[in-house]
């Protein structure tokens, strides 16, 4: 079969060692959506979260610039701060308390008494790039900037007020499936008319399309009066997609958590949450969610019950999806050690 046709193996999803893989030439090269700008305000506020394994955090010093950390102490690991958003006057170590500056070199190391050259152990690095108020990162501190590596998706969303959206609610649904195999479902339209039927009398099903560009894609269908749709459905590889509609906007995300398990966030914006219908569209949202989970878990269970091996790509229904494997792929066959703790620089 031709692997432009055909789907990723089986295994791809279920591997143990394939997650770890993936973890450091995906997730470790990749700007991936962190937080809203919103979620960091003040000075000596942060944010926190696990990022494919990765304890994550980026910060606001006291000078009001946005660094990025690997959440882990350079003595023994322990953690600098809980997961979520919070404020605290300095970055002391939970677990022995070394105290670290808000640009990530170490200030302290309680009772070692001079004997440690504070110069080299600085906290990991991590690169942090702001979007029209949203906080990207990545793992990677020399990769290309943010506003040059998805400029194409950028482009797309170039009409809509994304910076006068306010975050209204973020939430998340644990998901048992690989992080690809939902992917792999909100790449196409094709389940639509099976699988959502609030969606499906909504929009013309059959009519569903998907256009790729550099790394992303864009999904469009009309309604099923005749009218153009207003707004953007896009996905941008590894895990994001944008769902904007003019006055609204959902950010949503694909973390994975293992190799059978991921989380995907839900972040809704709306240019004025006090009296847009915030309830309708979070209360569909999470009937769309419902439904896909029935499915997708249904899915990884039966990529991993072992007979079932490799499919076919529709090429009219499933060339978004097609570019995502093939990226997947390509990853594939990068080196995996670059991207990884080991070659993130400190904080100096």
């Given at each position: ?158 009409e809509f007020p994304v910076e006068a959206m306010r975050l209204a609610n ?179």
């Open positions: 079969m031709d692997e432009s046709q055909s789907t990723l193996p089986a295994d791809w999803y279920v591997d143990p060692a394939r997650y770890h893989q993936e973890r450091s030439t995906i997730f470790g090269r990749e700007w991936l959506w962190f937080a809203s700008l919103e979620q960091l305000p003040t000075p000596n506020s942060y944010f926190a979260s696990e990022y494919a394994g990765y304890p994550l955090m980026v910060v606001r010093g006291s000078d009001g610039e946005l660094r990025g950390f690997h959440n882990v102490c350079r003595h023994r690991a322990g953690p600098l701060v809980d997961e979520g958003v919070g404020v605290c006057g300095n970055l002391v170590c939970r677990y022995h308390g070394w105290a670290y500056g808000w640009d990530g070199a170490l200030r302290s190391a309680r009772d070692f008494d001079g004997e440690i050259d504070t110069d080299e152990y600085s906290l990991f690095a991590v690169a942090v790039q702001v979007w029209r108020g949203q906080v990207f990162v990545n793992l990677d501190c020399s990769a290309v900037p943010l506003l040059d590596d998805l400029s194409a998706l950028f482009r797309e969303v170039e973020a939430s998340h649904h644990d998901l048992a499936c690989n992080w690809k195999t939902y992917a792999d479902n909100y790449l196409e339209g094709y389940h639509i008319p099976m699988m959502h039927p609030e969606l499906n009398r909504e929009f013309d099903a059959k009519q569903y399309r998907v256009d790729t560009g550099d790394r992303y894609c864009r999904h469009s269908a009309p309604a099923r009066a005749g009218e153009a749709t207003d707004g953007r459905w896009l996905f941008r590889w590894p895990n994001l997609a944008i769902n904007i509609y003019g006055d609204a906007m959902n950010i949503e995300v694909i973390v994975p958590t293992g190799p059978q398990t991921c989380r995907v966030l839900y972040n809704h914006f709306f240019i004025d949450p006090e009296h847009q219908n915030v309830s309708g569209v979070l209360r569909l949202s999470d009937v769309v969610m419902e439904q896909d989970r029935a499915m997708v878990e249904v899915v990884q269970r039966n990529l991993a019950a072992g007979r079932y091996r490799q499919g076919r790509l529709s090429p009219r229904h499933e060339n978004g999806l097609a570019q995502f494997q093939d990226l997947v792929r390509q990853a594939a066959n990068r080196d995996s050690s670059v991207g990884d703790d080991s070659s993130v620089s400190n904080g100096r």
